[in-house]
């Protein structure tokens, strides 16, 4: 079997001592930009890496899981994922490699003409397929950090956990993917590293559509975008796609995504996001019920 050898010897390193210093959370020197995440959590934009702080065990997940996408990346040569520079799980920070010449998934679709953006789309899904092919890693399966077992759920496997189209991005000048991200979705309740492969499919398709009031980068035809990268995975992992799963998969995370007790302001602007959201679910039913 081809476990990723590299795995094993990341987990066990430690942060060299100038790149500790370089992420030492007392010093922000060298930092450009700190954002503020969901859940209070911080990102720190540095000139040529990035700086993820979040809980020990967020940061745990996130770690385990892209040493695990890093060698499906390598073995597929089908997207790359920023390296780990330094890191410390239990402090809870990541410093990443920072990929400063890619943009989003978003804005490269609102900007590229349809039948670039429809080519676009397909690679995406092909790297996803190769994601939800991958074999278990069985250091990451017997980690404490992973709070599901494979054992249990026979049709599940590696997700990305929150495939978004702000979370994949695209280098026009090395025409190459950039997956980032893996930590997972704060709205899905659980951390997920392995799990059911249409929550990947569903926040992809859920997040082509969502538009927020006052938002730059609107995606052109999401219905079309949505079909180039739903054929595309059916045809890569045929045995793994599930239209009924699908349509589901899509209505319990709009419903989760909707729901909930959040401040007037959020609900403001979700109540703005709803109509882009419920056509999501119109497209997929449409799509599902053509197949
Ligand atoms: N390695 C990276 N290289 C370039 N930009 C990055 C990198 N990591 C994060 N970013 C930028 O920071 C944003 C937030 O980072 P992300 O890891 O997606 O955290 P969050 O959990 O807050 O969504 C991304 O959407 C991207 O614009
Ligand atoms: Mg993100």
Not at 121 to 128: E, P
């Amino acid at each position: 079997m081809n476990w990723p050898t590299v795995t094993h010897d990341l987990v066990h390193c430690e942060p060299t001592s100038q790149s500790s210093r370089a992420v030492s959370p007392m010093s922000a020197s060298g930092t450009n930009l700190i954002l503020s995440r969901v859940g209070g959590s911080r990102l720190e934009l540095r000139d040529h890496t990035v700086v993820k702080h979040d809980s020990s065990a967020n940061a745990a997940i996130e770690f385990l899981k892209t040493l695990q996408a890093r060698a499906i990346a390598d073995r597929t040569g089908l997207f790359r994922v920023p390296a780990i520079i330094a890191h410390d799980t239990a402090a809870g920070w990541i410093e990443f490699e920072r990929i400063s010449d890619a943009t989003s998934l978003q804005r490269t679709l609102a900007t590229i003409d349809k039948r670039k953006a429809a080519v676009i789309m397909r690679r995406v899904a092909r790297a996803l397929a190769a994601i939800h092919r991958s074999q278990t890693d069985p250091y990451i399966a017997r980690s404490p950090a992973n709070d599901n077992t494979l054992a249990d759920h026979p049709a599940w496997n590696f997700v990305h956990g929150d495939f978004c189209v702000t979370n994949v991005l695209y280098s026009t000048a090395h025409d190459e993917l950039v997956l980032i991200d893996w930590s997972s979705a704060p709205w899905l309740e659980k951390t997920y590293v392995y799990g059911p492969p249409h929550i990947d499919l569903a926040v992809m398709v859920i997040s082509l559509f969502l538009r927020r009031p006052f938002e730059a980068d609107r995606i052109p035809a999401p219905a079309v975008m949505m079909r180039e990268f739903l054929r595309s995975y059916c045809n890569d992992a045929e045995s793994k796609f599930d239209p009924n799963e699908l349509r589901q998969c899509v209505s319990w995370l709009l419903s989760r995504i909707f729901s909930g007790s959040r401040s007037t302001e959020n609900r403001v602007r979700l109540i703005a996001c709803y109509p882009s959201a419920w056509s999501a679910q119109r497209a997929v039913d449409k799509f599902v019920t053509e197949l």
